[in-house]
């Protein structure tokens, strides 16, 4: 065997540079931190030939002492931590101290700074084959200078890793739109050969931050997106999310940043996820800008050489905090949330119902405003007992169903429901008695159809999604609002109507259990065993009764009611294994959610329904007051609008 040595500070810098120097990307990461750190509010950065032949960053900030420009050349050096209790609390981007020394090991780098107070700035040079600094005067603003020249040019193993000139420099541009957005009271600057490609100023304002964001992720991020702004304890979660319906086919629009630092957490991205699972379609994903604050002492930034990946000390707490807020918050977008500034109509609606104060109008505009106000508090019901409903959807829903040839299907209360998904009869009627009584007709008084000829005068008096109008093709609602034409899929829209219904009633009054004759035994590991007894109280509120009999055995002697038919064991085991890697669970609501939305799809109205104008425009204000409207049970949209403006262009008026 050859001899224990000691690795030369070369060759250790080098070494060390695997894990910090990636790529360009990674080096331009490294000096903006930096940069930050030191207090700048500009930093200008310049590239060529997509990083590979020079980064250079300038900023603006404290510099640094000509005392100490060689020792920030050295590795383990640094002004940001001092002692180990320092590291319980890290309120830096950087504090390792090793990136100038790993940088300066692969390429040609030229440190230049200069502080207050300072006769002149100091200039320190170091190549990757000498690392002894040479000092040397030189004219320099209060701030700091990093120049990276041919990177990896003594490695020529690593440069032939690196990818084409357009590749490294997306990366590093991902890089400088991270940080922007990380920081918008810093101003950036970024040159590509000699090429502004962005250049943002400090932005101080709501509104100057829309911009930045609409100006890094794209307009249509921005009129897509829902600014929120959640605080619990010492929690905070700010920025904004994307809206369901404008959804990517990758991941590519998701920023999460914690205490300023951009991270990629596998705790964050699923309680993300289950946020958005009840109104995204299928194998899209969603768009946010999010920051979550928090107190340092509750976050460990030290679990990775790049610092990309962080670790809660109270993992659990964080997850609920975020999932709660963004599923309240994507729950509370209405239809005037949608609707550009300026058009925002207080339409007074709520799930009470409650009468809201009589704008001021006049003539035929006043008693119009009055009936549809009246006409509001009506609730959009295929089972409607009146004749006039039930005309108006063509015969009894029973005999439509069967006509169309949708087999296995089982006739309740007028609607038709899927037998699929494990669903006992017995169960569903259980379950549905509390939907049932959010059913009944509100009033057995008729509602004279309003014409177009009597809309109201103002726009003031417009609900979002405007007055119905006709009906197209038995599909589609067209109705006018006080931007244009708004058009409804009317089957989704009452599909999200009717899941949004059973699932308060279901949840509202609390889910019906079923024991089981013969109990399940389950095999299971010693730390499962352990996490059911943690979680008694979870599954005891969704409706199961776990017993430990055992060191690694559970029994389950209860189940929810309309789970019977479904395969108990395998949702038991998948619960657990989520209980035992996040601390949290939506598994079992995920099973009851999706028998829920299977019978609130097939027991909504359909295709070829006519409808009358009274009851297009009950569905209508039903939009307006259901939570997640925008989308159905599946994730597509319920409705858009065609403002006046574009209308005028596909008829090229004005032109």
């Known amino acids: 065997?050859?001899?224990?040595?000691?690795?030369?500070?070369?060759?250790?810098?080098?070494?060390?540079?695997?894990?910090?120097?990636?790529?360009?990307?990674?080096?331009?990461?490294?000096?903006?931190?930096?940069?930050?750190?030191?207090?700048?509010?500009?930093?200008?950065?310049?590239?060529?030939?997509?990083?590979?032949?020079?980064?250079?960053?300038?900023?603006?900030?404290?510099?640094?002492?000509?005392?100490?420009?060689?020792?920030?050349?050295?590795?383990?050096?640094?002004?940001?931590?001092?002692?180990?209790?320092?590291?319980?609390?890290?309120?830096?981007?950087?504090?390792?101290?090793?990136?100038?020394?790993?940088?300066?090991?692969?390429?040609?780098?030229?440190?230049?700074?200069?502080?207050?107070?300072?006769?002149?700035?100091?200039?320190a040079r170091v190549e990757g084959r000498d690392m002894t600094a040479e000092l040397a005067p030189a004219a320099h603003p209060i701030g700091t200078t990093v120049e990276i020249r041919d990177l990896f040019f003594n490695t020529p193993a690593r440069r032939k890793f690196l990818r084409t000139e357009k590749t490294e420099f997306s990366h590093l541009e991902e890089v400088v739109k991270r940080l922007s957005l990380s920081r918008f009271d810093v101003g950036f600057t970024l040159r590509h050969n000699q090429r502004v490609v962005h250049q943002l100023r400090p932005a101080r304002t709501d509104a100057e931050r829309d911009r930045r964001v609409a100006s890094l992720c794209g307009p249509k991020f921005i009129d897509n997106a829902v600014r929120i702004e959640m605080e619990?304890?010492?929690?905070?979660?700010?920025?904004?999310?994307?809206?369901?319906?404008?959804?990517?086919?990758?991941?590519?629009?998701?920023?999460?940043?914690?205490?300023?630092?951009?991270?990629?957490?596998?705790?964050?991205?699923?309680a993300i996820r289950q946020a958005y699972q009840d109104v995204l379609y299928h194998g899209r994903h969603p768009a946010f800008v999010l920051f979550l604050d928090l107190d340092?002492?509750?976050?460990?930034?030290?679990?990775?050489?790049?610092?990309?990946?962080?670790?809660?000390?109270?993992?659990?707490?964080?997850?609920?905090?975020?999932?709660?807020?963004?599923?309240?918050?994507?729950?509370?977008?209405?239809?005037?949330?949608?609707?550009?500034?300026?058009?925002?109509?207080?339409?007074?609606?709520?799930?009470?119902?409650?009468?809201?104060?009589?704008?001021?109008?006049?003539?035929?505009?006043?008693?119009?405003?009055?009936?549809?106000?009246?006409?509001?508090?009506?609730?959009?019901?295929?089972?409607?007992?009146s004749t006039e409903y039930r005309t108006g959807y063509g015969g009894n829903a029973g005999s439509e169903s069967a006509a169309s040839g949708e087999a296995g299907s089982r006739d309740?209360?007028?609607?038709?429901?899927?037998?699929?998904?494990?669903?006992?009869?017995?169960?569903?009627?259980?379950?549905?008695?509390?939907?049932?009584?959010?059913?009944?007709?509100?009033?057995?008084?008729?509602?004279?159809?309003?014409s177009v000829s009597t809309l109201p005068e103002t726009d003031d008096d417009v609900p979002p999604l405007g007055f119905a109008l006709a009906q197209l093709k038995g599909i589609y609602i067209l109705a006018e609002n006080s931007e244009g034409l708004v058009l409804v899929d009317m089957h989704a829209a009452h599909e999200r109507i009717t899941y949004e219904h059973m699932k308060n009633a279901v949840y509202g009054e609390g889910l019906k259990a079923q024991p089981l004759l013969v109990p399940l035994s389950m095999a299971v590991s010693s730390r499962e065993a352990d996490c059911a007894d943690e979680h008694q109280d979870t599954f005891s509120k969704l409706g199961f009764r776990i017993e430990r009999m055992g060191p690694e055995t559970l029994v389950v002697r209860q189940i929810p009611a309309l789970l019977?038919?479904?395969?108990?064991?395998?949702?038991?085991?998948?619960?657990?294994?989520?209980?035992?890697?996040?601390?949290?669970?939506?598994?079992?609501?995920?099973?009851?959610?999706?028998?829920?939305?299977?019978?609130?799809?097939?027991?909504?109205?359909?295709?070829?329904?006519?409808?009358?104008?009274?009851?297009?425009?009950?569905?209508?204000?039903?939009?307006?007051?259901?939570?997640?409207?925008?989308?159905?049970?599946?994730?597509?949209?319920?409705?858009?609008?065609?403002?006046?403006?574009?209308?005028?262009?596909?008829?090229?008026?004005?032109?």
Not at 59 to 74: T, V
Not at 98 to 108: Q, T, Y
Request: some cysteine; glycine content about 8%; charged content about 25%.
């Open 412 to 450: 309740f209360g007028g609607r038709s429901f899927s037998s699929g998904n494990g669903i006992s009869g017995t169960a569903v009627k259980s379950e549905m008695a509390a939907y049932q009584a959010l059913h009944q007709p509100a009033a057995t008084n008729t509602v004279a159809e309003p």
């Open 1 to 123: 065997m050859k001899p224990i040595h000691l690795l030369s500070p070369r060759l250790a810098n080098q070494i060390a540079a695997g894990e910090v120097v990636e790529r360009p990307a990674s080096v331009v990461k490294e000096l903006l931190e930096n940069s930050l750190d030191a207090g700048a509010d500009r930093i200008d950065v310049d590239v060529e030939q997509g990083g590979v032949k020079l980064i250079r960053t300038r900023d603006n900030g404290h510099g640094i002492p000509k005392q100490d420009l060689p020792l920030a050349l050295s590795r383990h050096a640094t002004s940001k931590i001092s002692e180990l209790e320092d590291l319980e609390a890290v309120g830096t981007l950087g504090f390792r101290g090793e990136a100038l020394a790993s940088i300066s090991s692969v390429s040609r780098l030229t440190l230049t700074a200069a502080v207050e107070g300072q006769e002149s700035g100091w200039q």
């Open 232 to 270: 619990v304890a010492d929690l905070k979660l700010r920025g904004w999310v994307g809206l369901p319906t404008f959804s990517r086919a990758q991941a590519d629009l998701q920023y999460f940043f914690v205490n300023g630092r951009v991270v990629r957490d596998r705790l964050v991205a699923h």
């Open 296 to 385: 340092p002492i509750q976050v460990d930034v030290n679990v990775h050489p790049t610092k990309h990946e962080v670790r809660f000390r109270d993992g659990r707490t964080v997850h609920d905090f975020l999932f709660r807020s963004l599923h309240r918050a994507l729950a509370d977008i209405r239809p005037e949330d949608q609707l550009p500034p300026g058009k925002q109509i207080d339409t007074g609606a709520s799930s009470s119902g409650d009468n809201q104060s009589q704008p001021a109008t006049g003539g035929a505009a006043q008693a119009m405003v009055e009936g549809l106000k009246e006409q509001s508090r009506l609730t959009f019901q295929p089972q409607q007992s």
């Open 564 to 655: 019977s038919r479904g395969n108990n064991e395998q949702l038991v085991r998948d619960v657990l294994a989520d209980l035992v890697m996040h601390g949290t669970s939506d598994r079992i609501r995920e099973h009851l959610n999706e028998i829920l939305a299977t019978m609130a799809c097939h027991g909504s109205v359909r295709a070829n329904r006519r409808l009358s104008v009274e009851e297009m425009n009950a569905l209508l204000r039903d939009m307006e007051r259901t939570e997640r409207s925008g989308q159905c049970n599946h994730g597509r949209p319920t409705w858009t609008r065609l403002s006046l403006d574009q209308l005028d262009k596909l008829f090229m008026r004005g032109q």
